[in-house]
């Protein structure tokens, strides 16, 4: 089986949903906050800018990977 992505009608429109994509993932996509990123989440909870709610369940996220391109 060979995929091609030059040839996917939805190119760059739904890679994130891309079954393909979903299966060649080698992490999960979210992922429990570092140190910094939860200071940082917990000083916005501490200035009201989002709820105790939110920054608890806050996760950070891999975005999926978009390959470069050539220009030239």
């Known amino acids: ?3 091609d992505c030059d040839s996917c009608p ?3 429109r ?3 949903e891309c079954m393909v994509t979903a299966l ?3 992490a999960p996509l979210e992922l429990r906050l570092d140190d910094d990123e939860r200071a940082a989440v917990d000083a916005l909870a ?3 800018m ?3 709610g939110e920054a608890a369940r806050a996760t950070a996220r891999i975005e999926p990977w978009r390959p470069l391109r050539s220009t030239g």
Do not use: K
């Open 1 to 3: 089986m060979q995929i």
């Open 10 to 12: 939805v190119r760059e």
């Open 14 to 16: 739904h890679c994130a």
């Open 24 to 26: 060649l993932q080698l």
């Open 46 to 48: 501490a200035l009201g």
């Open 50 to 52: 989002v709820s105790a």
